[in-house]
């Protein structure tokens, strides 16, 4: 595994390889605030 990381400075490339772990984690602080949100309305 001594993969050298590629220097790319394609944003998109960034994206494509980052959206698998941010957009988990953003859905589940989506669902977790709008729970508290709903709970502290209540």
Do not use: K, Y
């Not at 220097?7 to 984690?25: F, G, K, L, R, W």
């Amino acid at each position: 595994m001594s993969h050298e990381p590629q220097q790319s400075s394609d944003p998109i490339e960034n994206i494509v390889h980052t959206a698998p772990v941010v957009i988990p984690v953003l859905g589940g602080l989506m669902i977790f605030l709008l729970a508290f949100i709903a709970v502290f309305m209540a």
